[in-house]
T-cell receptor, first 116, second 113 residues
């Protein structure tokens, strides 16, 4: 069990550029979540997948954000035309999806995005 | 309305003492799950404890216990025998029927030697 891995750990970009983050969940987990966390706040839900299907997307998410999970394995989160307000830690989490303690989320170490 | 409310931005506890971190939630679902996570300064989110809405007994995991009061919609975390390594941010979270997880704003716990 290698845990949830995210790449890159840090990303610095200029305003207006596009960025893409990758998340590799725990292999047997069918649910994958993306969260955004800013300093002093809790994780804010962005979107989640059940296998390859994107089942829910936050209404707070602008159309500059898109996520994919081809073949139900790894996932990518793309932010187009980045803005300074996009600066945050982007967390990926996965779970088995069954009710009970097995539905707990396992988090990756996150990607810290800084938009200059 | 906030789904998860944590009213204690910061808490201090003496080493070896017990501490309670407050959490209230808001949902109209009958089936939901409640979770507590720890986030040390290193940034990783560590699962601590789970309580299902239909569980009649309070959950316990080692030094962690969850004081679940369904009618009051509260799910307080109790840490017994605090250790220096318990210093971290603590987040309460809820999973509703739709499988979305909501997190509170967190409580920063500092354990004093």
């Amino acid at each position: 069990d290698t845990g949830v891995s995210q790449d890159p750990r840090h990303k610095i970009t200029k305003r207006g550029q596009n960025v893409t983050f990758r998340c590799d969940p725990i292999s047997e987990h069918n649910r994958l979540y993306w969260y955004r966390q800013t300093l002093g706040q809790g994780p804010e839900f962005l979107t989640y997948f059940q296998n390859e299907a994107q089942l829910e997307k936050s209404r707070l998410l602008s159309d500059r954000f898109s996520a994919e999970r081809p073949k139900g394995s790894f996932s990518t989160l793309e932010i187009q035309r980045t803005e300074q307000g996009d600066s945050a830690m982007y967390l990926c989490a996965s779970s088995l999806g069954f009710r009970g303690t097995n539905e707990k989320l396992f988090f990756g170490s996150g990607t810290q995005l800084s938009v200059l | 309305a906030q789904k998860i409310t944590q009213t204690q931005p910061g808490m201090f506890v003496q080493e070896k003492e017990a501490v309670t971190l407050d959490c209230t939630y808001d949902t109209s679902d009958q089936s939901y799950g409640l979770f507590w996570y720890k986030q040390p300064s290193s940034g990783e989110m560590i699962f601590l404890i789970y309580q299902g809405s239909y569980d009649e007994q309070n959950a316990t995991e080692g030094r962690y216990s969850l004081n679940f009061q369904k009618a009051r919609k509260s799910a307080n975390l109790v840490i017994s025998a605090s250790q220096l390594g318990d210093s971290a941010m603590y987040f309460c979270a809820m999973r509703e029927v739709g499988n979305q997880f909501y997190f509170g704003t967190g409580t920063s716990l500092t354990v004093i030697p």
